[in-house]
């Protein structure tokens, strides 16, 4: 999923606009949730529920005389204070009650509301990572559909569990709860807390009761209703489930099966063990999202069920599971106390990845992931905008690359300025010190200060309370006369002030590092050498979060690849080699020495990048290359080097790439396939023709592109579903422009199929990437589709524009 968001980032970003000068203050507490009890059950005919609550509340401080709760497409039926009705006004999607007496601090009173919520009839937007907001949600709830199953799941954030119960929906409540949900006795229910009892009735349903004793904030409430497999796991002495559609029982634990170590690491490095009775996971369709943190009861998106065949390849949901788990100590133990504060909940989320990965595959692993967030940030044009914003448009506009991306790589300096000891023992203090409650950033900066005796004002005011990041020009001035290097550092607009960590290398094995302050537009640090240095590495640790221009020569690239200690400092180096391999041999022989890097990115770039056409000797890196096809202890780099074979076009491959296609790996099945199209297009094609529907969509890549090449008209459906993603995602200018002529053959043909499935991957992808305006993009060539069609012949043009302007209509709701 980071990948497609990144692609479409560097394609379509545009700035989407300056913060807007009103002042977005944490809600007034008037009154204060203490326990939420709710009786629920469905009319999936008209997609609503019938609710009664019972709402435990009492003043937060001044006495008052009413309550104002909120419900949002409500029917309220009946209202009562204590077990007496009382008058009440609804409107605006609040309910407001007078309670019949003044109320002081301490004195609890029980409301409750009898109502029917309708869904359907919200009106409140989405935002552009959560892309709809009405609370809750039928999957065919009529069972119309006979490729969706029958469900029911709800997403509260940000403010939407008021759709399906009344409550005040603001992150800075806390509350317990307790769910009866009624629902057909064939559908197996999950939510929040431990299933208490189950109770078969005589109509044919069954009612699960649902019991949390453990204070949470009403956004993290949940409900899922379907048809899953549970796959039952454990930690310690709580259960750790998997609900997955039937398909996928066996590949649960392939998927999820990592988390009760999650937990054990998380608990370890928060020093909090998991507060929670549970831990459940739950994949939905059409989630709007990528993933929730309900609490003990996350939600995943479809995205996250993935075939024996990918995960052989990489789990590309694990870092979204780490994620939702460490939201139960950031986001659901401590929740920030305003929708300006979320990067408290979202960063340290975030942050986790890395964490994760740094312990469980290495540093390398860790630090590829960083490099990718930080290039997220990096390219999304927001630089303007705060981390901690007080003035917002929409609270909804707080969801992006600042918040999440800008937020890890922050933490990730203040980590590097404390030490390890000072930022855990931190981030255990705030942890502790706020637990079931609500914090915000000046919270955690108070609790790093106190444990570590530092004063982090300046740190939290320019990070978190400002905008923008560094921006460095370095140049070096030597003095061989004294043996000196004077590095020049120039911040050219905003100036920051940082440590910066710079290493100084005067042959192999002789280093000199130095830590300096930079804190003006202009500062200049001198250093000794004995011997002119080849290589002056700036941020060595590759921490800052920063924009670094400085002129290095292939031969200071070739001596950092080989002898920096970071996998940036290995990563960044290959790609500017790589450039100049036709003019230089010893660039050449470093991209093949680079095919035996110990991280499996490194190899993966040489191959995507390795020049075999050139006028120095290929025979020892066709030799490593051919190994590395059957031997790599990694699967996508295996598939890299096949298809560096396949371009050879050398038929004594054909037997490699027969057997590659009966690979249990699909990263490996997809490039045998793509070669062997390469030297037999026949074979290729026979082998197509064998494969279920299943596996075919999981080659998507390979068989589409060599349909296209075929001009294989009865698979124009099959190609319309994937031709986005070659025009947008492939990094090949060859396959861009094979897929833009596809998608001109598309929009052109008389096939209904093929514009029915074009149109409705452009109104998904136009949704779930509305962050960078694709469902702007989308629109403008639904447009040019529908011009073509109306200068077309076919006979059907006016049916087909009528799916294309429907489209359209579906993204500009």
Not at 218 to 236: H, Q, R
Request: with cysteine; hydrophobic share 35%.
């Amino acid at each position: 999923m980071k990948k497609i968001i990144l692609a479409f980032i560097v394609l379509i970003s545009v700035q989407i606009g300056a913060q807007n000068k009103v002042y977005q203050p944490e809600r007034e507490k008037i009154n204060d949730l203490v326990h939420t009890k709710l009786k629920v059950d469905f009319n999936f005919q008209k997609q609503q529920l019938n609710g009664e609550a019972w709402i435990t509340l009492q003043p937060h401080f001044y006495p008052t005389n009413k309550v104002t709760l909120d419900a949002k497409s409500f029917e309220i039926k009946e209202v009562k204070v204590n077990n007496v009705k009382y008058g009440f006004n609804y409107s605006d999607n609040e309910i407001t009650i007078e309670l019949g007496k003044v109320y002081k601090k301490g004195e609890q009173y029980e409301v409750y509301v009898k109502y029917i919520a309708k869904p359907e009839e919200v009106t409140q937007k989405g935002s552009k990572s959560i892309t709809d907001a009405k609370g809750l949600y039928f999957i065919d709830p009529n069972d119309e559909d006979p490729n969706k199953p029958t469900q029911i799941w709800t997403q509260g954030e940000t403010e939407s569990s008021s759709c399906w119960f009344p409550t005040i929906d603001s992150p800075n409540q806390k509350t317990t709860q307790e769910i009866y949900m009624t629902v057909p006795s064939k559908y197996i229910t999950l939510s929040n807390g431990t299933l208490k009892s189950q109770t078969n009735n005589a109509n044919g349903t069954r009612t699960d009761y649902w019991k949390m004793d453990q204070k949470h904030a009403p956004y993290l409430f949940f409900m899922g209703v379907g048809e899953f497999s549970v796959v039952k796991d454990t930690w310690k002495n709580i259960n750790v489930d998997y609900y997955v559609e039937k398909e996928y029982e066996n590949v649960a634990k392939d998927i999820f099966g990592n988390t009760p170590e999650m937990i054990t690491f998380f608990s370890d490095i928060t020093g909090i063990e998991y507060p929670w009775d549970k831990y459940s996971q739950i994949v939905v369709r059409d989630y709007v999202s990528g993933a929730m943190e309900n609490t003990t009861a996350v939600v995943h998106a479809e995205d996250a069920q993935q075939k024996k065949g990918q995960l052989i390849d990489e789990n590309e949901w694990e870092g979204t599971i780490a994620h939702e788990l460490f939201h139960h100590w950031f986001g659901d133990l401590v929740t920030t106390e305003s929708w300006a504060n979320l990067t408290v909940n979202e960063s340290f989320a975030t942050y986790s990845v890395y964490l994760w990965f740094a312990h469980k595959y290495g540093k390398d692993r860790a630090d590829a992931h960083m490099y990718q967030d930080v290039q997220t940030y990096l390219q999304s044009d927001s630089e303007d905008k705060n981390l901690v914003r007080f003035f917002y448009h929409d609270k909804e506009d707080m969801f992006d690359t600042v918040s999440y991306h800008k937020g890890n790589a922050i933490l990730h300096m203040l980590r590097d300025i404390l030490g390890d000891d000072a930022f855990f023992q931190g981030i255990n203090l705030y942890l502790t010190e706020h637990k079931f409650g609500t914090a915000e950033a000046h919270d955690l900066r108070l609790a790093l200060e106190k444990v570590s005796g530092k004063d982090l004002n300046w740190f939290f005011n320019q990070w978190y309370f400002g905008n923008g990041h560094i921006k460095m020009n370095v140049t070096y001035d030597y003095n061989t006369i004294n043996n000196k290097v004077t590095v020049n550092i120039q911040q050219p607009g905003k100036v920051f002030k940082f440590p910066l960590t710079i290493d100084v290398y005067e042959n192999v094995g002789v280093k000199s590092t130095y830590n300096v302050w930079v804190d003006s537009e202009q500062n200049s640090f001198t250093f000794p050498f004995n011997k002119l240095p080849k290589l002056i590495n700036i941020d060595a640790k590759h921490i800052l979060l920063a924009e670094i221009s400085d002129k290095k020569n292939l031969e200071n690239y070739i001596f950092q690849f080989n002898n920096a200690p970071h996998y940036l400092d290995r990563r960044l180096a290959l790609e500017e080699i790589v450039k100049q391999q036709q003019n230089s041999k010893d660039a050449y022989e470093t991209v093949i020495k680079a095919l035996n890097d110990p991280y499996f990115e490194i190899r993966k770039i040489a191959l995507e990048n390795i020049d075999l056409f050139q006028k120095y000797n290929k025979k020892d890196a066709i030799s490593k290359i051919e190994y590395l096809a059957q031997n790599d202890k990694s699967t996508r780099v295996q598939a890299a080097a096949l298809k560096v074979l396949g371009k050879l076009l050398d038929p004594i491959y054909k037997p490699l790439f027969e057997r590659g296609m009966d690979n249990p790996s699909y990263a490996i099945t997809g490039a045998s396939l793509t070669s062997l199209y390469l030297i037999d297009k026949t074979s290729a094609i026979s082998n197509v023709n064998t494969l279920s529907e299943d596996v075919k969509e999981s080659l998507a890549d390979a068989i589409t592109t060599i349909y296209i090449s075929e001009n294989n008209k009865e698979e124009l459906p099959f190609i319309a579903n994937h031709v986005l993603k070659g025009m947008f995602l492939s990094e090949d200018p060859k396959i861009q422009q094979l897929y833009n002529g596809a998608f001109k053959w598309i929009a052109e043909s008389d096939n209904k199929d093929a514009i029915n499935n074009l149109t409705n991957d452009f109104v998904k992808l136009g949704n779930q990437y509305k962050k960078y305006n694709f469902d702007k993009m989308a629109v403008n060539m639904l447009n040019q589709m529908v011009q073509m069609q109306l200068l077309s012949s076919n006979k059907n043009k006016d049916e087909l524009m009528l799916i294309l302007k429907t489209g359209i209509a579906k993204l500009l709701e």
